[in-house]
């Protein structure tokens, strides 16, 4: 049976790491605030741009030819892996690293794949399993905050990769889009070639209807707008990833905190007890001794 000096340090020990906690939940969610604007912000703009492209490339069909844009086969996978630098944030990365897995078993079953890893968990999960790297970005999202550069420069060396190397046939993009503070989605998108909108998709009725006016060649208009799309998809990613990051570790900082406090309670019960049941035994010694010594 543990002793009451035992169990007076013990509750001093968990409530230093609940103090940890309730800190860690504050900082979290301060930077959830920013990083929740920020997303916001970029979301109009990615979709948009999609959008318009996937739309002008559909009309345009196959008059214009770009490596950006060109179908390649199905044999080799290029993916491009948004997790965090640190844990502490739940299901957070296990969550995304379970969806990269999947797609590696699944779709990309008998198939060769490398991997671009953005954030420290993804690349020592994949390590371990001997996976192909082609570059790791790690530290970029370890701050909360996201540098647009940083995702320009993951864009250009990733389409710099994908045209000199024309054995990759397809590159996907798998982050963590923040749907809520309890929610996130794990998501697996095909960034290159750059899809074009379906025929009967509704987006293609949409863009079907619009009407443009190239006032320069389509071909230098898309030369300069399809490495913008990459950038702006990979900027995107990471803006959502980081909040779902700060959202999962908000919430699992609070769990924890909570947990903590019903761990003290119980400890403090205990504690009560044994110093209850210490206070009996020296009442009985003394009584004991008492009826002797008469």
């Not at 969550?95 to 020592?124: L, P, Y």
């Not at 054995?167 to 309890?182: G, M, R, S």
């Not at 949409?206 to 399809?226: C, N, V």
């Amino acid at each position: 049976m543990a002793s009451l000096l035992d169990m007076r340090r013990r509750i001093k020990s968990v409530k230093n790491t609940q103090q940890i906690t309730k800190a860690m939940k504050m900082v979290a969610a301060a930077k959830l605030k920013r990083a929740t604007d920020r997303v916001t912000a970029a979301r109009p703009f990615a979709t948009k741009m999609s959008e318009v492209l996937g739309g002008l490339s559909a009309r345009i069909g196959d008059d214009l030819s770009h490596p950006l844009l060109n179908e390649r086969g199905d044999e080799k996978y290029l993916i491009v892996l948004v997790t965090a630098d640190k844990g502490l944030a739940g299901a957070f990365n296990a969550n995304i690293i379970k969806a990269a897995q999947a797609f590696v078993n699944e779709s990309g079953a008998g198939k060769q794949t490398q991997m671009i890893a953005v954030g420290r968990k993804g690349r020592d999960f994949f390590k371990r399993r001997e996976m192909s790297f082609t570059e790791e970005y790690v530290g970029l999202t370890g701050t909360g905050n996201v540098n647009h550069d940083d995702a320009m420069e993951i864009a250009q060396r990733l389409i710099k990769t994908f045209t000199e190397d024309e054995t990759i046939d397809k590159v996907f993009l798998i982050f963590t889009e923040f749907k809520t503070v309890l929610s996130q989605k794990s998501v697996v998108e095909q960034l290159l070639p750059i899809p074009r909108i379906a025929d009967g998709d509704e987006m293609q009725t949409i863009a079907a209807q619009a009407e443009y006016i190239y006032e320069q060649p389509a071909s230098e208009i898309f030369g300069r707008l399809l490495p913008k799309q990459v950038e702006t998809q990979i900027y995107r990613a990471m803006l959502e990833s980081v909040a779902s990051e700060q959202g999962a570790r908000m919430t699992a900082m609070d769990s924890a905190s909570k947990n903590a406090g019903e761990l003290i309670d119980t400890l403090t019960l205990n504690m009560n007890r044994i110093r209850q049941a210490a206070i009996t035994k020296e009442i009985i010694e003394v009584v004991s001794g008492a009826a002797a010594a008469s």
